[in-house]
């Protein structure tokens, strides 16, 4: 490696109104290295690169790239340094070819396309060259999400870069489809290009990186050498104190069956066939996953249990009443709670207050209210005891939710679920956006849930989270139910195979 | 009766559903391109009255018809800029501000015309029809057909340069994309806002020439109100068209069609039915369409929304 750094990051501060994105971030990148960037959601590290890849600009601090220090007004000035991005939320416009979208802002606007043929065949070559599966003429929305993303790191290549920066690409991909990826930073660097690759996952970035910064807070706490550190540490630093990977778990066998979902089937919003005969059931006292990529059902599969989507066909039984089809209010009533996937459309509503918050479902009901009128002292109290337990992070009580951090809201919903006494709890996505430690903590409030007799449904995309906490898994891919598997990290191959939807050979990987 | 389903009575009818169908090809090929960048323009009725009546106004302190279609544009133009600033630059509800306009277009023309123009009753000089050697002359096509003035030829010009422009050129690709995905636009160095006022004022532009197309090549005086919600039906237009520059040719031509009949029947003294139902027949149409067409379809997803810069 050479004596003077590829990238240099001097003491950069970003700030987006109240919030401090990058205090003072200070970082080295050498040349031809993986170079993994680790750290909590929300501990600026998008923002961080956004700032590299012109997408941002810093407020104070300095970049000093190749030897030069560069002040980027635009990605495109980026790219021009031979800079590249690929984005957690990918810079794909879903109506054009992947072609077109190479070209996007390419050459004067008053240009007339016509040398599409040529840009095809480069597209090919580069596919080829690095096994990357892409078709040019392919339109975007036509394509998987791991294609998708396939298809915006060759757009980065075809550019022309040195320094890739990948932010979380891992997110969206099967352990197949992951593994390809991490094996492609491989070859590209040895292509002598240098990657930046950011995620929140210790074991991926464990396998690639030379080495690792880790951030907290708007900071970069520690830079390590990966063969000087392990997991454990790596997590402490990213948290600031120690984790417990593993969470005790007492084995109980399950008891009546609660819910009972019987060949169901419904449509996504676009009136495409999303669910296709969906057969599970739920015990008391047990957790079961469903683990799939995201995009293959789950959605309009919690929807339609939690009856915000119609049902085509089938059932669902709750304690042996048939809830099909009714409405959410309804099912509600009977026992059932719901920690959505998207909190902001399903689960709260951001300018009312915390109080109002959790008393969604209950508003109209003693003890919260009498003779029509809200009884605010009720209210208030239960709210308040709901913070305390569930330490969600807030001013009191009459704070607009909107003002929590992604983590204390999720705390608050699932606050609200659990305090309505359910016995089904249909749970999509339970530690989305929130830190290490509430995570830790939500997921120890699931296990005694379990203990106490609840049946819970978790929908995730991190195996991680299903690991640790499910009695059993089932695979859902293109909305129906491939398999089911114990909660077995031995077994990941075979998970990662029906993830992908192959059904038919297991434990053939490798 | 018999009459109706004579050739004479076919072939005016085409010709005057192509005449009638100009002012909406227009408006609704321009908005074809502010709803690809994203920006609906309801004021589409106020700019083209704004457009008639500068086309009016022009054409009659100069007697030159070019010239007055060149003020419809750039009277629909600014009228587009005033829209742009509000709702690109402002980020104004693009409902609110062209609702607005429609009022602000209809009152300034309206008060404009009575300050200037109407104690004077004068008309103007409009666009004659064009013979074209050979074609004006063929049995049925050519009565049903080419006996029009240029600027309803020109509407086949503009649709064929119009689909052009949106498909096969760099400012097409881009324009079509900030419509979808702006952000992404911006990442690959365009200027999102750049974009959308070039689309609106397109889009404005346009309409404009279809509004002065109305005092200059249809009837030959500004008459208040004398869109009469053609703006509206243009958005229609748009809709069923599935933002396709030569699908808002024809099915403004379809429009074209229900007006020219309208019209026609109203004139036949066999037909019983009160003239109200028949003038109400392309706004009914407009209706059954949308309501047909409910649903998103092939909306821009950004139809509507500001965007954000970071
Ligand atoms: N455009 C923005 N406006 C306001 N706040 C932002 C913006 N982008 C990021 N933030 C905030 O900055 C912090 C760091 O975000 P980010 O870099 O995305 O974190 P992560 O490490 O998960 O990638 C977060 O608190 C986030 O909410
Ligand atoms: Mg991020």
């Given at each position: 490696m050479s004596t003077k750094p590829f990238l240099r990051i001097d003491n950069i501060r970003k700030r987006f109104g109240p919030i401090i994105a990058s205090d003072g971030v200070s970082l080295e990148i050498e040349e031809g290295e993986i170079h993994s960037l680790l750290g909590e959601n929300g501990a600026g590290k998008s923002v961080l690169m956004s700032m590299i890849c012109g997408m941002v600009r810093p407020d104070e601090g300095d970049i000093v790239y190749k030897g030069q220090s560069v002040r980027f007004t635009s990605p495109r000035d980026a790219i021009r340094e031979r800079i590249g991005m690929v984005h957690q939320h990918f810079m794909l416009v879903p109506n054009l070819t992947v072609a077109e979208n190479y070209i996007l802002g390419q050459g004067s606007a008053l240009s007339v396309i016509s040398n599409m043929t040529t840009v095809h065949r480069k597209i090919r070559a580069l596919s080829e060259r690095y096994a990357l599966d892409v078709r040019p003429e392919a339109i975007v929305e036509d394509l998987s999400v791991g294609e998708q993303q396939r298809v915006e790191i060759l757009k980065v290549l075809f550019h022309g870069i040195d320094l890739l920066i990948l932010d979380e690409p891992t997110a969206v991909l099967t352990p197949q489809e992951t593994d390809r990826l991490l094996s492609l930073m491989g070859d590209l660097v040895k292509d002598g290009k240098t990657v930046v690759f950011i995620s929140h996952k210790l074991d991926e970035v464990m396998r690639v990186s030379n080495r690792i910064s880790v951030m907290r807070d708007g900071r970069v706490v520690n830079t390590v050498k990966v063969g000087e550190t392990n997991a454990r540490e790596l997590a402490r630093m990213m948290v600031g104190r120690d984790v417990r990977m593993e969470l005790p778990r007492s084995p109980k066998p399950p008891g009546r069956i609660v819910l009972s979902v019987e060949n169901l089937t419904c449509r996504a919003e676009t009136g495409l066939p999303a669910v296709r005969g969906v057969s599970l059931d739920v015990r008391a006292g047990e957790i079961v996953g469903i683990a799939g990529v995201s995009g293959n059902g789950q959605t309009e599969l919690s929807l339609a249990l939690s009856g915000l989507l119609p049902v085509d066909s089938g059932r669902v039984i709750l304690n042996g009443n048939?809830?099909?089809?009714?409405?959410p209010a309804k099912i509600n009533a009977r026992r059932f709670s719901h920690i959505p996937e998207d909190r902001h459309k399903h689960g709260i509503v951001l300018p009312l207050s915390l109080s109002e918050n959790t008393i969604l479902q209950r508003y109209n009901q003693k003890p919260f209210a009498t003779g029509g009128m809200l009884n605010r002292r009720v209210i208030g109290e239960h709210t308040r005891d709901l913070i305390k337990r569930f330490r969600v992070r807030s001013r009191d009580e009459n704070q607009p939710i909107a003002a929590l951090s992604g983590g204390n809201q999720q705390k608050l919903v699932v606050a609200r679920e659990l305090a309505r006494d359910p016995d089904f709890i249909l749970v999509n996505q339970l530690a989305r956006g929130i830190d290490i430690g509430a995570m830790e903590f939500v997921m120890e409030e699931m296990l005694r849930q379990r203990d106490s007799g609840r049946a819970i449904l978790l929908i995730s995309t991190e195996l991680e989270e299903l690991f640790a906490i499910c009695d059993r898994i089932l695979v859902m891919f293109h909305g129906e139910i491939l398999g089911e598997l114990p909660p077995d990290r031995a077994r990941l191959d075979e998970l990662g195979l029906l993830m992908a939807g192959n059904k038919d050979q297991p434990a053939l990987a490798g | 009766m018999d009459d109706m389903i004579s050739l004479t009575f076919l072939a005016a009818l085409a010709s005057a559903a192509w005449r009638l169908a100009t002012p909406l090809i227009f408006a609704s090929i321009g908005e074809v391109f502010s709803e690809r960048a994203g920006v609906l323009n309801i004021g589409l009725e106020g700019t083209m009255l704004v457009g008639a009546f500068c086309g009016f106004a022009a054409a009659a302190a100069t007697g030159n018809i070019p010239l007055g279609l060149l003020a419809g544009v750039a009277g629909g133009m600014l009228f587009g800029l005033v829209f742009a600033f509000f709702t690109i630059t402002i980020k104004a509800d693009q409902i609110v501000v062209g609702a607005a306009l429609n009022l602000l277009g209809m009152g300034l023309t309206a008060f404009l015309f009575r300050t200037y123009y109407v104690s004077t009753g004068k008309g103007i000089e409009i666009a004659q029809p064009v013979h074209i050697p050979w074609l004006s002359d063929l049995p049925f096509l050519g009565e049903a057909f080419f006996r029009q003035n240029l600027i309803v030829y020109s509407t086949v010009l503009v649709a064929i340069l119009a689909a052009l422009v949106l498909y096969r050129t760099s400012f097409g690709l881009t324009l079509r994309a900030v419509g979808e995905h702006p952000k992404a636009v911006d990442v690959a160095g365009r200027s999102v806002v750049g974009y959308r006022y070039a689309a609106v004022l397109v889009g404005t532009g346009l309409a404009g020439l279809g509004g002065a197309f109305l005092t200059l090549g249809h009837s030959n005086q500004f008459v208040e109100g004398i869109t009469s919600g053609r703006g509206f039906i243009a958005l229609a237009v748009v809709v069923f068209a599935r933002w396709s520059p030569i699908g808002a040719f024809f099915v403004s031509l379809l429009f074209g069609l229900f007006y020219a009949l309208q019209l026609m029947l109203q004139a036949q003294a066999s037909i019983v039915v009160p003239y109200q139902v028949l003038q109400a027949l392309p706004y009914i149409m407009t209706i059954v369409t949308l309501v047909a067409l409910r649903g998103k379809g092939a909306a821009p997803s950004k139809l509507g929304q500001p965007y954000e810069m970071r």
């Open positions: 048939d809830i099909t089809g009714h409405d | -």
